[in-house]
Structures are given as structure tokens and as C-alpha cells.
């Protein structure tokens, strides 16, 4: 018999691992049994403050039909604790998904999409605490102009959204600024010049805080020789107080592209990703560049990445919190060579510590599409990883030591058997993946009483004699490993 410490203990672990509505239980159980043959994909993560990892994955079929997002939550040794499924809300890859900063305990899920009815742009935003449970939604529509394409968001310190978007033609680049409630605070007074695209990694990152500076990166042609990026420089009201052009990195011309990326670094110091310019190199290989420059754009230190494959994507970069080292990461590629995702460590003046291949592989495809540094040393990356098309694809989820010297990288699997039909009234079936073991099945209250334990015929599991209420099977596999979901007993 478990004692009053023990069931506590049992009862707050159970529930935080099992925080999830009833409507997203049966949710969750159709996307389970449906997903194969469905593109899964990761576009953003957050931490919370015990070193938990929620994700978003979105899900859509072969025709791009969207079926919904699901969060899941992971803690640091890359073990499931949660998830939420959501069948109701828009894919929409270049939205945001932040720590809100004006709250301890709660995450922000926001993207902008137009209405086929009535033709307007509209605020979306879904607030999850870190249970993801979600809290609140705010759809609410934008006075804004009519075409709003390629747009990028960053949510700022005091809980302000900044916003950038482009017309159909690229030609000109607008921004605003809302407040997470989806009113527009203030908007770009003349519509800024833009010859090409928007980055699609971190073109928002800050200068300074007094005075309050903000830069947004684009990229242009300059008569089809160089892609040189493009600085603007705004102050807290979007005023434009100045526009830089950055066009090497070290002495070598840079060659930005939608993956040029940047981060903040402290002291007022940031640092930039992109290309160098591919002729430089007898093979025609591509090189890599990583320049730190101060609030006034003056280079301090340069790393250059040479040589890598010919298809090599610069991802996203994340800052160490104990000594203000670079975690940079790219994509790799060539002709007979395996995909590979590096990690390289610089130190804050741009040195190299380490480099490391997280994960390599023939055939199958790894996008990190963002990264997080831990509080106490360490960082975190997530992607997404599946075939050429993407069919198939699951979460990918790197974890780096706060020994800043290995890396930890898996697939990130969920609960290895289904329970169905959930609610039930009485008989709950057990469905196992392949190859899967059972030892035991076991049945909780919800406040941590033992009810029923089985250890033989686990594919079903008979609660019919239980009044109706919310119950917690807990399964543990032949290898020792255990594993929970909550069921309803209607």
C-alpha cells in the first residue's frame, strides 16, 4: 500500500504527465490511428521554467488539407509527458509560438490568416500553460492592407507583437506592431523597398534597449551578383532611424538567402548567419559564415565554415545562458553523400569549441527549425524528420549537454499503445505497437488509489465495475519502461 507522501507524489506525477482535456482525448486517439501517410511537421518550440520542451506539430494530408496542430511535451532526457491535439485551428508555419513574458506560466501559439468569406486578415492566438491546457483564444480581424504575404513575427520583451510582411510582388516590405490581444499599436509609416525575400529563420533580432533599437533582415539581388542583406533599423514607435547593408563576412561577400538568420547575443551584440558567395571556392562547394557585430554594426569577430557540401542550409542560432558561446547549426547535402545536421559550438568571439553531426542519413530529410538555449548550460534544437515528401515525417528532438561537449538526438516517439474507445462505458481495448512487450496494466483513481492490476490479457482491460470518472491506466512495457494516458469512464 502506497502511504499519504507516496500517493501525493503518485498523484502530481500522473497528473502533470496527463493534463488533458476530454475533448483532445478522443481527438488524440483518431490522429494516433489515422496519421500514417500524413505530414508531420515541427515549426517551433518553447521552455518552460523546469527545462520541459513543448513542440508544435503540425498535421496535413497528401492533398494539403489541414487537419490540425498537436503540442507535445517533453522533458530533458527527450521522455514524453504530454500532448494536446487541436483539429480546429489553421497550419500556418511562419507564426509564432513564444514564452508569453508577461506570465509565468504560459506559452503563446499566434499567426495571422485570411478569411475566405469575408476577405480579412485576422489575429489568432492561443494562450497554453505548461501543462498545455489551453487557457484562452483570441481571433480578431486586422485593419490592415490587402495583401499581406511572407510574414515574420517576433514577440518582444513587454509583450508586444512585431509583424513584417510583403505584397504579392515583394516589391515593397510593411511592419507593425500589436499587442498580444491582436490590437495594432502602430504601423510603418511608408511601405519599405524590398527586391526579394523575407529570411524565413529570425529576421527580427535586438540592437539596443536605450535607445530602443530593433533590426529586420532582408535579402536583395544587386543586378543578379550578390544577394547582399539588408538591415532596417526602427525605433519603439517604427520609426526607420537607418538601414545598413551587410555585404561580407570577414572579407568574404555574403550570399543571403531565406536561411540567413541572426541572434541577439548580450552587450548590446548580435551575431548574423548566412552564405558566402559560392564562386569563392575552387569546387564550387558553398561556405558558411558567422560575423558578431555591435549595436553599430561594426564587425568584432568572424567564423567561417569551410569547406561544406554544395546544398547546405544555415538554420537557426541560439546563445548560450552561462558563458554566451554560439550554437550554430546547418544543414548538409551533396551528391552521394549521406543528409547530415551539424552542430558546431563558438565560443562568444566566434571560436571553435566542438562540431558535432547530430544525425546522418541517406534517404530521410532533417530540418531544425529552432533552437533554445537551457537556463543552466545546454541547448535544445527540434525539426522535423521523413522522406523526400515529407510523408510520414515525425518531430526530431536534439538535446546538447550542459557539458557543452555531446549531443543527444531521437525521434520523438509518443505512448507505444492506444487505448480506444476513450470515453467508454465500460470495456477499454489496448492496442501495442509492433514488437512491443507488456509486463503490466495497471488502473489509478485519479487522487493515486491502486483499482485494479492485470498482468496477463492486455489487450483489454475491464472497467465497467468503476463508477463513471476520469481514471489513469498506467502500462508498463517488457523492457521496464512505463507509460500513462488518462481514460474516461462514461
Not at 1 to 25: C, H, P, Q, S
Not at 265 to 285: D, E, L, R, V, W
Not at 381 to 408: E, P, Q, W
Not at 440 to 459: K, T
Request: charged share 20%.
Amino acid at each position: 500500500m502506497l502511504n499519504n507522501n507516496a500517493m501525493k507524489k503518485l498523484v502530481f506525477t500522473l497528473l502533470a504527465a496527463l493534463a488533458i482535456t476530454n475533448t483532445a482525448i478522443s481527438q488524440h486517439l483518431q490522429i494516433h490511428e489515422t496519421n500514417e501517410g500524413y505530414c508531420r511537421q515541427n515549426y517551433h518550440s518553447v521552455l518552460t521554467p523546469e527545462g520541459d520542451i513543448i513542440l508544435d506539430e503540425d498535421l496535413f494530408d497528401c492533398d494539403n488539407n489541414d487537419i490540425g496542430i498537436k503540442f507535445l511535451k517533453y522533458n530533458r532526457e527527450g521522455s514524453l509527458i504530454d500532448s494536446l491535439f487541436v483539429d480546429d485551428i489553421e497550419i500556418n508555419s511562419y507564426g509564432i509560438f513564444e514564452r508569453n513574458p508577461l506570465s509565468d506560466n504560459e506559452s503563446i501559439y499566434m499567426f495571422v490568416s485570411r478569411n475566405a468569406d469575408d476577405g480579412l486578415y485576422y489575429y489568432n492566438a492561443m494562450y497554453l500553460s505548461d501543462d498545455i491546457d489551453i487557457t484562452s483564444r483570441i481571433s480578431v480581424p486586422l485593419a490592415m492592407e490587402v495583401e499581406m504575404n511572407y510574414r515574420r513575427y517576433r514577440l518582444d520583451d513587454d509583450g508586444s507583437i512585431m509583424m513584417s510582411w510583403q505584397n504579392a510582388s515583394k516589391d515593397t516590405c510593411r511592419y507593425a506592431r500589436l499587442n498580444m490581444s491582436g490590437e495594432v499599436l502602430s504601423v510603418s509609416s511608408v511601405p519599405m523597398r524590398s527586391s526579394y525575400w523575407i529570411p524565413v529563420e529570425c529576421p527580427w533580432f535586438k540592437i539596443s534597449d536605450e535607445p530602443y533599437r530593433l533590426g529586420h533582415m532582408m535579402y536583395y539581388d544587386s543586378l543578379g551578383i550578390n544577394s547582399h542583406i539588408l538591415v532596417n533599423v526602427f525605433d519603439v514607435e517604427l520609426n526607420l532611424v537607418d538601414t545598413r547593408e551587410i555585404k561580407q563576412i570577414g572579407v568574404k561577400p555574403v550570399w543571403g538567402d531565406l536561411h540567413t538568420s541572426a541572434v541577439e547575443m548580450g552587450n548590446g551584440c548580435f551575431a548574423i548567419m548566412s552564405n558566402i558567395k559560392k564562386q569563392m571556392t575552387p569546387t564550387g562547394h558553398a561556405r558558411r559564415g558567422v560575423a558578431k557585430y555591435n549595436a553599430c554594426f561594426e564587425q568584432q569577430s568572424y567564423h567561417i565554415i569551410d569547406p561544406v557540401a554544395s546544398w547546405s542550409v544555415p538554420q537557426p542560432m541560439s546563445v548560450d545562458k552561462i558563458d554566451g558561446g554560439v550554437y550554430v547549426v546547418w544543414n548538409e547535402k551533396d551528391v552521394g553523400i549521406p543528409f547530415k545536421t551539424h552542430v558546431r559550438y563558438l565560443n562568444s568571439n566566434l571560436e571553435e569549441v566542438w562540431d558535432k553531426v547530430c544525425i546522418k542519413n541517406v534517404n530521410d530529410i532533417n530540418v531544425v527549425e529552432t533552437s533554445h538555449p537551457f537556463e543552466n548550460g545546454g541547448a535544445v534544437l527540434t525539426g522535423f524528420m521523413g522522406a523526400g515528401d515529407y510523408y510520414n515525417s515525425r518531430v526530431y528532438l536534439n538535446i546538447i549537454d550542459s557539458d557543452y561537449d555531446s549531443t543527444n538526438g531521437q525521434l520523438c516517439n509518443e505512448n507505444p499503445f492506444v487505448c480506444y474507445p476513450n470515453p467508454s462505458s465500460g470495456v477499454i481495448n489496448l492496442s501495442f505497437a509492433e514488437n512491443t512487450g507488456c509486463q503490466s496494466v495497471d488502473i489509478y483513481a485519479i487522487d493515486g488509489r491502486l483499482l485494479h492490476s492485470q498482468s496477463s490479457n492486455f489487450e483489454t482491460v475491464d472497467m465497467s465495475g468503476l463508477e463513471p470518472g476520469i481514471y489513469i491506466i498506467k502500462v508498463r512495457l517488457a523492457d521496464g519502461r512505463e507509460y500513462a494516458e488518462r481514460v474516461v469512464r462514461e
